[in-house]
Every structure is written in C-alpha cells, then in structure tokens.
T-cell receptor, first 114, second 112 residues
Framework: AQSVAQPEDQVNVAEGNPLTVKCTYSVSGNPYLFWYVQYPNRGLQFLLK??????LVKGSYGFEAEFNKSQTSFHLKKPSALVSDSALYFC????????????FGAGTRLFVKA | DGGITQSPKYLFRKEGQNVTLSCEQN?????MYWYRQDPGQGLRLIYY???????QKGDIAEGYSVSREKKESFPLTVTSAQKNPTAFYLCASRSGPGGGYTFGSGTRLTVV
C-alpha cells in the first residue's frame, strides 16, 4: 500500500535562511512524487514533481526537491526563505505502475519569520 | 486561461439535506478527483473518474455520490447519509500518467 509521511507538523525558519520540509514515502513500484503548496482557503498549487531522471528536481518559486531512493525520501528545499513562502506544504506519491490514486501526506505548515 | 472552477465557494447544509458541489474544467483532462480536507488530516480521496461515464469509489465514499456525464464536469453530491460533512472539498484533474494535479479553489461546506 502507498503511504506518505511528513514527520513535522510545523517548520519555523528565519527569512533568508535555507529551509527543508521533510517527506518519506512507501510505494510498491516506482514512485511518482509531488510537492504542493496551499495558501489559506485556497486549493493546492503544484510546485514540482519527480518522475524519472535526475534526483534533484527544480520547481516553482525557487523550490527544489531531492529524490533519495535508498532512504525513500523526497525532501523539499529552498536556499533562501521568504516571508511569502509561509503556507501549508503537502508531499504526495503515486505508484507509476498504472496507479490512478495519489496519496497525500498530512501537510507541514511553514512559518517564515521576518 | 485553463483551469478548474468550483462552486459555490461556501455552502451551508441543513440536517437531512442533500447538496451538490460543482466542478468544471476546461483543461481537456480525462481524470478528475474529489478530495475532502479536514484540519490535520491531509487530503482524503472521495471519488475519482478516469473517463466519461466511469467513476470509482475512493477511501471515504460513504455518504457521497458523483456523476461524469461530460468530460468537463464532475459534480459531487453530499447526501444526508454523510453524518459529518463539514469540511473543505477540493476537486482536481490530471493530464496524464505522470502529471501533477490541477486543483480548484475549493468549496467549504458547513452543516447548520
């Protein structure tokens, strides 16, 4: 069965510092991995995805994520945080072998302090 | 611009009432999904549809129903059998096997 874990409910970081939001996953086949961001009372917005190829993927708003197969992780990173990055972040996984269901983590709330 | 439109943004339901949430997309996507979001629980899948006139139950389908008569439309009905319907409902579509989701802006349903 597929599952996603985001071990931190909340991450606090100062503006200008690097940020990391953690995600680990479990899937029977090869994973498709995604990160989404949600602002208050809005739908989720797609940030980036890993399908195949380079383990480091770059996405919107300066975010990037590193796929680590041995650790089954897909951590979201940004070199320099902005106050406007404060939001709820979701990691998601889908089995690449014909899966139609995407499983979402519980979300991590990011606070960036000025 | 292409996207997903959900309406209404806010909806209030009385006890014993059925209500229907609208979801329309102009992205020409085959797959569409309904998720429920509760605080601290992430997103839980209610129903999904891969093609027109076909849909499957997700993890929490009890008390909900859907239809997919047109590619563009995937309405969700919250029936009186759903005992705890207060939540934020999100509709999404996907372009292909490796594609990410495009989400609507959501409908917040409250029981009064």
């Amino acid at each position: 069965a597929q599952s996603v874990a985001q071990p931190e409910d909340q991450v606090n970081v100062a503006e200008g510092n690097p940020l990391t939001v953690k995600c680990t996953y479990s899937v029977s086949g090869n994973p498709y991995l995604f990160w989404y961001v949600q602002y208050p009372n809005r739908g989720l917005q797609f940030l980036l995805k890993y399908i195949t190829g380079d383990n480091l993927v770059k996405g919107s708003y300066g975010f990037e994520a590193e796929f680590n197969k041995s650790q089954t992780s897909f951590h979201l990173k940004k070199p320099s945080a902005l106050v406007s990055d404060s939001a709820l972040y979701f990691c998601a996984v889908r089995d690449s072998t014909g899966g139609f269901k995407t499983i979402f983590g519980a979300g991590t709330r990011l606070f960036v302090k000025a | 611009d292409g996207g997903i439109t959900q309406s209404p943004k806010y909806l209030f339901r009385k006890e014993g009432q059925n209500v229907t949430l609208s979801c329309e997309q102009n992205l020409n996507h085959d797959a569409m999904y309904w998720y429920r979001q509760d605080p601290g629980q992430g997103l839980r899948l209610i129903y999904y549809s891969q093609i027109v006139n076909d849909f499957q139950k997700g993890d929490i389908a009890e008390g909900y129903s859907v239809s997919r008569e047109k590619k563009e439309s995937f309405p969700l009905t919250v029936t009186s059998a759903q005992k705890n319907p207060t939540a934020f409902y999100l509709c999404a579509s996907r372009s292909g096997p490796g594609g990410g989701y495009t989400f609507g802006s959501g409908t917040r349903l409250t029981v009064v």
